[in-house]
């Protein structure tokens, strides 16, 4: 139902937008502008979002049988069903499920997107088997969509990327405030999906959370301590390096265990086609609803209003101009991210504006294409209170990023 709502939602406000400039603004081509761009979007959807995503979803669903029958996640979800179990207590102990959120997770933390999706799909696969009502969604989906909008990273090896391409002299100045940022939206996401859910918490789930704090907390005192050049090194090489190690160790854990490795890649790979088919309807719908509601103008509406509103109450206003950054985000990933970079390109990557604007991209995920991606390919259709859970986390990160990028960043 909050799905519909926002869906139909986009297309009436950008219309009625759009009727308000051609009346009054005397503007003819704000209409040939949404066309365009409703077509554009639909095409992309298709081409540049869901044959891309084929791609990596048929070749890591395929490690990731290999990993299951060699017992790999099996291990991994009994390692961590201490953890696991208390925010996911509808799932059984030692369910797939769980060692594959873990390889979620893990992959988004070292800001490899392209092998966090197809693991998530996967869990949010083996999640929906235990599904009692088949179309809408459970605690245990609704509490690891949320965490996996709050786009918890340790290294944020593409906004570092963006800043040395945009001219930056100290391209990873942003790098600790990200991962500050990041941590703030998730512990965000844990607070308010289990107040919602009446989630228990005990001494196990306080030292799990706090044990990772520390762990997180060592790894940036680390890096800390190293100069630009060498945090530069840091974030292309580790996430990378990682990566390659786990699909290494995934088959010669294969073979350690005397699996037919390949014969059992294409038997996993063979569903990453299917899945794909399944959430395309889902990506096209959402992702040309998202570029309608932009391009009408109805976000530069909202950050005009905010910087108002802002403004009057006598708050210090320099971080209004990296805002739009942060309200497009849970939108559209490409569309904050072409914001963020004409925001590095007006006002300077190394400026306040434009340290705070990458801090925003990086502190938070596309919530509403994570929505449509993870229970479209499970055929959910009431996502329940998943969309209100994922924009309230991402507003407590928000507004974590602007008083990290206060501390941190030179402003005037």
């Not at 594959?100 to 998530?120: H, I, R």
């Not at 969604?137 to 944020?156: D, E, R, W």
Request: with cysteine.
């Amino acid at each position: 139902m909050a799905l519909n709502i926002v869906w139909i939602a986009f297309f009436v406000i950008a219309f009625v937008i759009a009727l308000a400039k051609f009346i009054f603004l005397n503007d003819t081509d704000i209409f040939k502008t949404l066309v365009d761009g409703m077509f554009d979007s639909a095409k992309g959807a298709v081409i540049d979002v869901g044959f891309p995503l084929a791609g990596t979803m048929i070749f890591f669903l395929g490690l990731m049988n290999i990993a299951e029958k060699a017992g790999a996640i099996g291990r991994l979800a009994r390692l961590l069903n201490p953890f696991m179990k208390r925010l996911f207590p509808e799932v059984p102990d030692n369910h797939p499920a769980m060692g594959q959120m873990v390889m979620n997770f893990s992959a988004n933390m070292l800001g490899l997107d392209n092998a966090a999706t197809p693991f998530g799909l996967k869990a949010m696969d083996s999640l929906q088997s235990i599904n009692p009502e088949k179309e809408k969604a459970t605690h245990a989906q609704i509490m690891f969509l949320v965490l996996h909008t709050s786009g918890l990273t340790i290294i944020p090896l593409s906004i570092i990327t963006y800043r040395i391409a945009a001219g930056s002299t100290e391209p990873a100045s942003v790098f600790i405030p990200c991962v500050l940022a990041t941590i703030c939206t998730t512990l965000a996401s844990i607070l308010v999906v289990s107040f919602w859910q009446k989630l228990k918490w005990d001494g196990v789930l306080f030292a799990w959370i706090g044990a990772l704090a520390l762990l997180v907390g060592g790894l940036l005192f680390w890096v800390s301590g190293m100069d630009a050049a060498q945090k530069n090194v840091f974030s292309k090489v580790t996430g990378n390096m990682l990566l390659l190690m786990i699909v290494v160790g995934i088959i010669i854990g294969g073979v350690w265990k005397k699996v037919q490795v390949f014969d059992a890649f294409i038997e996993g790979a063979k569903g990453g086609f299917d899945v794909v088919l399944k959430i395309i309807p889902y990506l096209v719908g959402m992702l040309v609803a998202i570029r309608v509601f932009r391009d009408s103008g109805a976000l530069t509406y909202v950050v005009d209003v905010l910087a108002g509103l802002i403004q009057a109450a006598g708050v210090n206003a320099d971080f209004t101009a990296a805002l739009p950054v942060a309200i497009m985000k849970p939108f559209s990933g490409s569309g904050a991210r072409g914001l963020m970079l004409d925001v590095l390109k007006v006002h300077g990557p190394d400026s306040f504006v434009g340290q705070l604007a990458s801090t925003f991209q990086g502190s938070a995920d596309t919530t509403f294409y994570i929505i449509a991606l993870y229970f479209g390919s499970v055929g959910i259709k009431k996502v329940r209170y998943a969309i209100w859970a994922g924009l309230l986390a991402d507003f407590i990160g928000v507004i974590a990023a602007i008083i990290i990028g206060y501390v941190f960043f030179v402003h005037t």
